[in-house]
C-alpha cells in the first residue's frame, strides 16, 4: 500500500464538506482587487491625478505599512498596492483551511477511524494541501481575469494573481507542518496564525521605511516576509517574475519537514507533547460561565491586540487619507457617503469603522459557532448531564459573542483616536469621539453574532452558513454601490442602517432597533436550543 493511498477519497470528502465555504472565500477575495482596479480607472482617469494621489499616498508610512508599497502610477500599480492586504486574506484562509481537516480530524477522533481503513499516512495531509493549493490557484486565475477584464494588462494582472495564489500556498504549507507540532487544533491554528503575524509585522517593519516604502534601510525585512513578495514582483512596473522562485522555494521546504514529522509521530499526538494542567480545577471554573471565560480568553485577547494595532494604523493615515482626494471631487463625495462627515478625513475614519465592525462580527459569529465546536467534539454532553441547565451553557457562550465585538471595537475606537488625535492636536475631543463611532457599529455585529447563535440552537447542522451572511454583508457593502444594486438589497445588510455618528447629525433610532433584533435572534436561540438533540460523537 502507497502511503498516498485513499488520497482522491479524503479530496473529494474534503470539497463534499466544504462545499459552501470554500466557493464563497475563493470568490470574494477574487472580485474585490477587480472592483478596486475599476474605482481607479474611473477616479483617476489621467496621469497627472494618479501622480497627485501617487505623491500624497506613498509618503505617508501609516498607509504604506499598511497597504504594501507602491511602484509607479499607472492605475494596475495603484490597485496591486490597494489589494496588498487579499494576500494577507488568503494567507489567512488557507492556514485554517489545511488545520481544519489535518489536526482538527485528528482531535476529533475521525482521522484515527479512517485510518484504520485502507489509507496511507501521507493521505490526510496530501489530500488538505491538495484542496487548499487548488483553491489558491483558482483565487490567483479569477484575480488575474477580473484585472484583466477591466482593461489592465495581461502579464501584469497574471503575475499579481500568480503572487496571491503563491501567498495562499506558502501558509497552506505553513499550517501542514504546524498539524504535525502540537496536540489540538487550537495550538496549531495559533502556530499558524503566529508565523502569519510575524511576517506581517515583517513586511510592515520593512514597507514602513523609505519612500513609499520603496529603497529604505528596512527594506530588507520585507524581503524576508512571505508576505513583502507579492509587492516585490513588481505588477504592472517591471514585471519581475522571478519573485515568485521565492514562494515556491519555501513551500517546498515546509512540506520537506512536514511530511516525514507526519510519519514519525503517533496519530492524535504532537511533536511538542500537551502542557499539563493543574491537578485541581480553580473556583472560576465552578459554573458556566467561568469554563467560557476559560475557553474564549485567549481569542479575546488575541483580537484585541489585533484591533489595537489596527486602530493605530488607520488613525495615523486619516489625515493622509483626506488630503490624497482633495483633489478629485467624485471620489471625495464617495468618501463623504461612507463617512456621513463633510471632512475627508472623518469621511475616511467613517468608512474603515464600517469594515472594522463587520471584522469584529466576526468575531461574535466565531464566539457563538465555539458552542457548537463544543458539542460536535462532546464535551458539552457531560456537562449538560449535569445540574447546569442548556440555557444556562448557551447563554454562557452566547455573552461571549456579544461582550467580545463591543469590547474589540472600543480598543479599535480608542487607539484610532489616540493617533487621529495627536495627528490635529486634539486627543481630549478625538478620543471620545471615535470610541463612540467604534460602538456605534456593535449592535449591527450582534445581529450577525445571534444569526450565528440561531444557527447553533435552531439548525445546527447548518451554522457554518453564519460566514456566508458575513460574506454578504461585506459584498454589499464594498460593492452593492458599485453595481447600483437597490436600497431594499443594501438594507440587508445590518451595516447599512448604523448612523455616521461622525456627521453632523444622526439618530440613536437605528442602533435601538438593531439592539432589538439582535436580542430577540438570541432569545429564539436560547428557546430552540432547549428542545433540539444534543449530538452524541
Known sequence: MSAFTGTRHLVRLILRRDRVVLPIWVLLLAILPAS??????ELYPTAAERAAYLADTASNPSIV????PVYGDSAGALTVQRAGLQALLAALASVLMVVRHTRAEEEAGRRELLGATV???YAGLT???LVTYSADVLLGLLVAGG???VGLPGAGSLLFGAGVALTGIVFATVGGLAAQLTASAGGARGIGLGVLGLAFVLRLGGDAGGSGGVGGDAEWLSWLSPLGWTARGRAYAGDHWWVLLLPVLFSVAVALAAYPVSVRRDVGAGVFPPRLGPATGGAGLAGPVGLAWRLHRGQLLGWSVGFGLLGLVLGGAANAAGDAVQGNEQFAEILARLGGSSALAEAYLGGTL?????AAAGYGIQAALRARSEETAGRAEPLLATAVSRTRWLAAHLLFALLGPAVVLAVAGLTIGLTYGLSVGDVGGELPRMLGAGLAQVPAAWVLAGSAALLVGWLPQFSSAAWVLLAGCLLLGQLGAVLKLDQWAL???PFTHTPQVLGPTWSAVPLAALTAVAAALLTLALKTFQTRNIPTP
Not at 478596486?36 to 480607472?41: E, G, M, N, P, R
Not at 505599512?65 to 504594501?68: P, S
Not at 464600517?354 to 463587520?358: M, P, Q, R
Open 127 to 129: 489530500a488538505a494541501l
Open 491 to 493: 438594507d440587508i445588510s
Open 147 to 149: 484585472l484583466a477584464a
Open 354 to 358: 464600517s469594515l472594522t465592525g463587520l
Open 65 to 68: 505599512a499598511l497597504l504594501g
Open 36 to 41: 478596486y482596479a475599476s474605482a481607479y480607472l
Open 119 to 121: 489509507l496511507g499516512r
